[in-house]
């Protein structure tokens, strides 16, 4: 026989561990030192969140990007980003793996929307000032920079489900049976 439902348990330590990679995804996209622009196949020119390189083969200029106002914006708010989740991580953890805190599930959700806000300003900036100001022909926005995106996403999921894990106080914490959407017999 197969079944098939949803386990509400489970979720007490899935979305923790979801921020968990979030967190992951957000540092790698931090502390990349190239992979956010870079020109056709990275031959002349690439950037981080940090600073920006020209050059070819094994001599590079490299030059910071925080002396530029917008660049030092899109920093800040990708950390504050960052410490707002990890702060989410921190409370998550305490309310759903430790003890079942049904109460703070709505602001785990508020902060994680606060971040997923502040990120997606940070990430909307880059891009625009970049091409504004930087921009001499054809760019990718590479891996680290759909890191950022990544863990925005995840941050972004996390919090919906955390402002709607509330209405299932009962199946989180075991006392309802399993609803199974599908039964073969």
């Given at each position: 026989m197969f079944r098939c439902?949803?386990?509400?348990?489970?979720?007490?330590?899935?979305?923790?561990?979801?921020?968990?990679?979030?967190?992951i995804f957000d540092i790698i996209a931090i502390a990349?030192?190239?992979?956010?622009?870079?020109?056709?196949?990275?031959?002349?020119?690439?950037?981080?969140?940090?600073?920006?390189?020209?050059?070819?083969n094994d001599l590079w200029d490299c030059k910071s990007l925080m002396e530029l106002p917008w660049a030092q914006a899109v920093a800040a708010l990708m950390i504050i980003g960052l410490i707002i989740l990890i702060i989410a991580f921190i409370i998550s953890f305490v309310a759903l793996c430790c003890t079942l805190s049904i109460p703070m599930l709505p602001l785990i959700g508020g902060l994680l929307i606060l971040a997923v806000i502040v990120q997606i300003i940070a990430l909307i900036i880059y891009p625009v000032k970049f091409n504004e100001q930087i921009y001499e022909g054809y760019y990718?926005?590479?891996?680290?920079?759909g890191f950022g995106?990544?863990?925005?996403?995840?941050?972004?999921?996390?919090?919906?489900?955390?402002?709607?894990?509330?209405?299932?106080?009962?199946?989180?914490?075991?006392?309802?049976?399993?609803?199974?959407?599908?039964?073969?017999?």
């Open positions: 439902g949803i386990a509400y348990p489970r979720c007490r330590w899935i979305l923790p561990l979801l921020l968990l990679f979030a967190i990349a030192q190239s992979g956010w622009v870079e020109d056709e196949n990275a031959k002349t020119h690439y950037a981080s969140m940090w600073k920006q390189c020209r050059g070819r990718d926005y590479t891996w680290a920079y995106w990544g863990a925005t996403i995840l941050m972004l999921g996390c919090g919906i489900l955390f402002c709607c894990l509330p209405r299932y106080e009962d199946e989180l914490s075991g006392l309802a049976k399993t609803k199974y959407i599908y039964t073969s017999a």
